[in-house]
């Protein structure tokens, strides 16, 4: 007796009400950019962009043959739940980075050193900037 006013009070300040059933379910996705170092791609605007083109099966406007879980992590640490999802969607770095010399400029050399796990990147004291070793490194 109390839910139908609730819904009734998001609808009409025109939120999306769903998730359950024979749908999809919000997506499990991770931080991106915001909280995370190692991202390949953000989390907030292909969340969107997905849950956009499917909101019919969000909302129950459509149904699918059973309930469906989508999720999406930004690197391959996954710590969206891709690998307990029905459909996952994982970023992943598919090319060794390259070094921006202005935008280096920015960063602290010792913490950028210590954030690549396989030590592929070095310090290049003659530039005060960074080299990659595209040989270690994984991607």
Request: aromatic content about 2%; charged content about 20%.
């Amino acid at each position: 007796e109390k839910l139908q006013p609730l819904l009734d009070d998001l609808k009409a300040r025109g939120r999306i009400i769903g998730g359950t059933g024979h749908g999809i379910t919000g997506m499990v996705h991770t931080q991106g950019w915001i909280h995370c170092h190692t991202p390949a791609t953000d989390a907030s605007g292909p969340v969107k962009a997905i849950m956009d083109g499917l909101a019919e099966y969000f909302t129950g406007q459509k149904e699918l043959p059973a309930h469906v879980r989508i999720s999406l992590a930004c690197c391959l640490n996954m710590c969206g739940a891709v690998h307990c999802s029905d459909i996952s969607v994982l970023g992943m770095h598919r090319l060794v980075p390259r070094v921006d010399p202005e935008r280096i400029k920015g960063c602290e050399i010792p913490t950028t050193v210590a954030s690549c796990p396989t030590g592929a990147i070095r310090p290049d004291p003659k530039t005060k900037s960074v080299v990659v070793n595209d040989e270690k490194c994984m991607y």
